[in-house]
């Protein structure tokens, strides 16, 4: 196997990517930086030039100030529209590239193509780089935009032959997006040159809308005033480099053990060392290797050793000598090897790759996907490569039937040549359809013709796109279109899922079905709001889900998986069966493999088939569980888990959930026993599960358990200040089929002390009741609570213990729930400062009480309780008033007890104030 050797997590030759693996790192810039670094090696010491450095082909650093004064490089020259020598509409000759001195990246030279209008191009003279046929090339630059908003910076590169007349085929631009500013790589990948290639053309452009072919989109707009900045131009013959997954699609699982198959081939005769790293989710190494290269392109293949389940990126790299000069990605799903039905999730698919065109379709295989969305045409589409295209997708299609997936056939931009034709813009699908044009007939009736009776869903307009409920008659004549050659289509119709909140009716369609888009960042509360919208269209349109994670590259692996699952949950809580389908959106995915939020949604579908969203159970503030119940009282319940993180340490679910040990499963699959505890001195039994930001589900619960503990509430919730006693309700629901039977007791407030005494500052009757319910019975017990004077204000927590059968004997089972102490409509603040001599305790007070109030403030310090007062007299409503209370530090021990008494209602707030930091950090006096 080439000398193959393992290389362990801590196996120093490995180093681990920069920035983490969770978020994808462009090869151009790595490759980029290590080809300076071979330039400026070999400028060093030319005598003895490093290995790598015959792989740069050529390299332009502009630096030519010594050498010539003319206006452009050598061997360049200004490519723009000059008949009858050169026809080049759209690049007027006005537009005038030029060689400066000023604003380089590396050195003093570079050049810069600006524009007035129209497009800009320098071009290096044919003859300058020879090619080798049967080679690979990589073109890089360093480039700069500056003032543009319509027209890209590009590379435009094209092989030709001895006479110097362009291969069509071998034609490949880069644009540079915009954004900023700044210098930015660019990178333009040559593949197997053809045996009568022999030089290699680059263009360096600045290129308007309409050169770029989308001036559709733009209206027509260009840039007037701007330029493009290029530096460090080269080129380099690379190494092919091939990183793929035996498993398909790159999904495993434990009866299929994953496997990397790697290759590359290269004509530059260097030795090559490759090294494979295998990271998880939190960019950790889990397993490598690194091997001698076999140049000849034969397949190496390797088993990497995963020891959980799990999202993994699989990095190849390639090193002649010390420089990089190759790389690729490829990502993985390791998985359970459980069969779910998941015939209601699915995934919005880009275009294929007519070369290879069922790549994408082997995932949704693997994954056991219901659905699948994609584009009915490509945006290049022409009646010159039609016929062909639709034999390509009919293969798809009846692929996909015959694993029993369903197709959806996106209309969902108007190709550019249809949009030149009929003078419209990109995303007027619907008036396209209605048009009747030739341009739509010459590129939509063959696909109908071929496919009318195969696919009968049909996706009109952008999902990227807003809403706009105008377009309703238009989808309508779209409808009636497909509808020649398609018996009976039903129209999918997209929209973003606030803007279908504003819609409403005009999203009405008798045979549609509503798509709501959801992307990453929108909270829970948009499925509540779907809901309600959903009840305004009175079950005219099934409802369709088009998740949108969030960009992995941006906010990490996890985070995509994380948002997506709780999004999915909380759909399911909110919506239950009123979702259909639910789609993952990868159209934007570039890296070879799985998208990582793939993960989460095939985990929450298997999870959640057959379950419906019966409650949450209480665990602490920042933390959702939801109940998840089977259709049957037999089926084993689960519970789903998260905390927001906000928390500065995990919170625990601490609970009895079943007589039985309970199982944890991450979204990976991965599983982990939780064991009852063993009963503490009162007889309580628990389990104790740690929650995490991402969310687990919490298997093999005793569903009525759960629900019993979820539903015991105490209403009013608030504890009245005063001195007087209150009347509180134990509600109790029996979620059994069985009658319960047993004994509470309220243990919290006023319990035992740690001195083993009671509270008996707390006047609490009864503490203690007989349960006797039937099945779905609610009972209320009623109890009197005087609350103790000396409790703090805040949260207080009240504890039940409930001996409990219910068909079988669950022994002690124990309740909790907040109760909040405060005033209602007074809020305050106590703080407190040590300076020289003395303590200051400041009390800010605002009431919103609908009329006046006066209020005592008394506090107590010390050993001794030394006492201050203040009074504030006619607090009117809204109105806000202070106090400074002064005390000696020397009196003031390590507490102060402050409270604020209402003196009309007799309730009062508490607060008692540590200082014993503040004491032992203020200086001496």
């Known amino acids: 196997m080439n000398g193959l050797a393992t290389v362990g997590p801590a196996g120093s030759c490995v180093q681990p990517i920069p920035a983490s693996v969770t978020r994808i790192i462009p090869g151009c810039f790595c490759l980029f930086a290590s080809l300076l670094g071979a330039l400026g090696a070999a400028r060093a010491s030319q005598p003895d030039r490093p290995v790598h450095a015959q792989r740069v082909v050529q390299a332009f ?18 490519a723009q529209h000059n008949p009858p020598d050169r026809h080049r509409p759209g690049f007027p000759i006005w537009n005038r590239a030029t060689i400066e001195y000023e604003s380089a990246m590396s050195g003093s030279g570079c050049v810069r193509l600006p524009t007035k209008g129209g497009s800009t191009s320098l071009r290096l003279r044919t003859g300058v780089i020879p090619v080798l046929p049967g080679a690979d090339y990589t073109i890089q630059a360093m480039v700069r935009a500056e003032n543009l908003r319509y027209a890209h910076p590009a590379i435009n590169v094209v092989l030709v032959d001895e006479r110097g007349e362009p291969i069509e085929s071998t034609r490949r631009r880069e644009l540079l997006s915009l954004g900023d500013e700044r210098w930015r790589a660019i990178e333009v990948l040559l593949d197997e040159a053809p045996p009568r290639a022999a030089f290699l053309q680059i263009d360096l452009e600045l290129l308007q809308p309409s050169a770029i072919g989308n001036d559709a989109e733009t209206g027509f707009f260009e840039d007037i005033d701007g330029a493009a900045w290029f530096d460090v131009v080269v080129v380099m013959m690379r190494p092919r480099v091939s990183l793929a997954s035996g498993p398909p699609a790159g999904v495993s699982n434990d009866r299929m053990d994953p496997e990397l198959v790697f290759s590359a081939r290269d004509l530059a005769g260097d030795r090559l060392d490759a090294t494979i790293s295998v990271y998880d989710i939190d960019g950790r190494i889990v397993d490598a290797r690194r091997f001698l290269v076999d140049p000849s392109g034969r397949a190496t293949r390797w088993s990497p050793a ?33 069969d779910p039905s998941r015939s209601r999730i699915g995934m919005l698919l880009g275009e294929f790759d007519p070369n290879d065109p069922a790549a994408r379709l082997q995932l949704a295989e693997a994954m056991g996907l219901g659905e699948v969305m994609m584009p009915a045409w490509r945006d290049s589409a022409d009646p010159s490569g039609i016929e062909s295209h639709v034999e390509q997708l009919a293969a798809m299609v009846d692929r996909l039937r015959r694993q029993r997936v369903g197709v959806v056939l996106m209309l969902d931009r108007v190709p550019a040549w249809a949009a ?79 803007d279908m909140l504003l819609a409403r009716d005009g999203l009405g369609l008798d045979r549609s079905v509503l798509l709501a888009r959801i992307d990453g960042s929108l909270a829970e509360q948009v499925f509540n709001d779907v809901a309600g919208s959903l009840e305004d269209l009175e079950g005219r349109a099934d409802l369709w889900l ?42 934007s995915e570039t890296v070879a493999g799985p998208p990582p939020a793939l993960a989460a949604m095939a985990a929450v579908a298997d999870r959640i088939a057959g379950r419906r969203v019966v409650g949450e159970f209480p665990v602490g503030a920042g933390v959702r569980c939801f109940i998840l119940e089977g259709d049957s009282p037999d089926e084993p319940g689960a519970l789903v888990a998260w905390h927001d993180g906000s928390l500065p340490t995990p919170p625990v679910l601490d609970a009895m959930l079943a007589l039985d040990d309970v199982t944890v499963v991450d979204l ?26 991402m969310p687990i589900f919490i298997e093999g619960i005793d569903t009525p358990l759960v629900r019993f503990q979820s539903e015991f509430t105490i209403t009013p919730d608030r504890l009245a200040t005063d001195n007087s006693h209150h009347e509180h309700q134990l509600v109790f629901t029996n979620p059994w089929t069985a009658p319960i039977a047993g004994q509470f007791f309220l243990v919290e407030p006023g319990g035992v002390r740690d001195d083993g005494t ?18 779905g019975e609610v009972s209320e017990v009623t109890v009197r609570i005087a609350m103790s004077p000396y409790q703090p204000a805040g949260t207080l927590i009240a504890v039940v213990d409930v001996e409990l059968q219910a068909g079988r004997d669950y022994g002690v089972v124990r309740l909790r729930r907040p109760l909040s102490i405060d005033i209602d409509d007074l809020a305050y603040r106590v703080s407190h400062e040590v300076r020289g001599d003395h303590l ?31 009074v504030v007299s006619d607090l009117e409503p809204g109105g806000f008033a202070s106090r400074r209370l002064v005390f000696d530090r020397t009196l003031a021990g390590e507490r102060v007890f402050v409270s604020v008494l209402d003196s009309k209602s007799g309730s009062r707030l508490n607060t008692i104030i540590d200082i014993g930091a503040a004491l032992a950090a203020a200086p001496d006096p």
Do not use: C, K
């Open 61 to 78: 650093e502009f630096e030519e100030r010594e050498l010539h004064d003319a206006p452009v490089p050598l061997n360049w020259y200004r």
């Open 306 to 338: 995963l020891s959980e389940f799990g999202w993994y990126r699989a990095v190849a790299q390639i090193r002649a000598g010390d420089a990089l000069v190759g790389r690729a990605t490829h990502d993985l799903l390791h998985l359970p090897g459980e």
């Open 840 to 870: 200051f305790v400041d009390i800010s007070l605002a009431s919103g009480a609908d009329e006046d109030r006066d209020l005592e403030i008394l506090a107590f310090a010390g050993a001794d309780s030394v006492r201050q007062r203040s």
């Open 420 to 498: 030149r034709q009929d003078l419209l813009d990109r995303n007027q699908v619907a008036a396209f359809l209605a048009s009747q044009s030739p341009a739509l007939s010459a590129l939509l009736d063959p696909i109908l013709e071929r496919l009318g009776q195969a696919v009968t869903r049909w996706a009109i307009g952008d999902t990227a796109e807003p809403w706009d409920p105008t377009i309703r008659d238009e989808i309508a004549e779209g409808e009636r279109a497909l509808a020649r050659l398609v018996p009976g289509p039903r129209v999918v119709s997209a929209a973003p899922a606030r």
């Open 668 to 693: 990976f699959g991965n599983r982990r026993d939780v064991a009852l505890s063993a009963a503490d001195e009162r007889g309580i039994r628990t389990h104790r599960v740690e929650i995490s930001a």
């Open 546 to 587: 088009l998740m949108r994670p969030l960009d992995p590259q941006q906010f990490g692996v996890r985070a995509s998986i994380r948002g997506l699952a709780r999004q999915l949950i909380a759909a399911h809580a909110h919506l239950g069966d009123q979702t259909g389908v639910v789609l993952l959106d990868v159209e």
């Open 758 to 775: 009671r509270d008996r500052a707390w006047d609490i009757s009864p503490r203690t009741g007989v349960l006797d319910w039937l099945p």
